[in-house]
């Protein structure tokens, strides 16, 4: 005979909806990659407007695969770099061009300037496909 009593069954966990990240042509297995997820064009590349900021240390070469805790459906862009030294800044020579990699969502890389929100944003909904980024230098 099975007998249930209220309250003594546990929950399954609360599932919540990833957004999946994989960074490739990382050159280097050291530093971090630094993520700012941007949910509106009016705050686009505003790093103190980022919907979601992210670290994630780099260990080894190749892919870098993340997860960022994004619910809500709706339109993002991703800007990313690989802080190399550790100094938490996107380092630049003196023209203002970065001198480490870096990346957009949808791989934007405009040569003379950084990508508009229209290069940049995606729409993404819960359970969608791995957003893909290639780090690059300039």
Do not use: C
Not at 55 to 68: A, I, M, S, Y
Not at 90 to 103: C, H, I, K, S
Not at 109 to 117: D, H, I, Q, T
């Amino acid at each position: 005979m099975l007998l249930w009593l209220p309250g003594i069954f546990v929950p399954k966990e609360v599932i919540r909806p990833v957004m999946n990240i994989q960074y490739s042509n990382i050159l280097e297995a050291k530093g971090k990659v630094l993520v700012a997820v941007y949910a509106s064009e009016a705050d686009f590349l505003n790093e103190k407007k980022a919907f979601l900021r992210e670290v994630f240390p780099v260990d080894k070469t190749g892919t870098l695969n993340v997860r960022l805790n994004i619910e809500k459906e709706g339109r993002y862009a991703i800007a990313a770099f690989h802080d190399l030294n550790g100094n938490n800044k996107l380092d630049t020579n003196m023209l203002g061009v970065p001198t480490e990699p870096y990346a957009f969502s949808n791989n934007a890389r405009p040569k003379l300037r950084a990508p508009n929100w229209a290069e940049a944003s995606f729409d993404w909904k819960p359970g969608g496909s791995v957003v893909s980024l290639k780090l690059e230098k300039w």
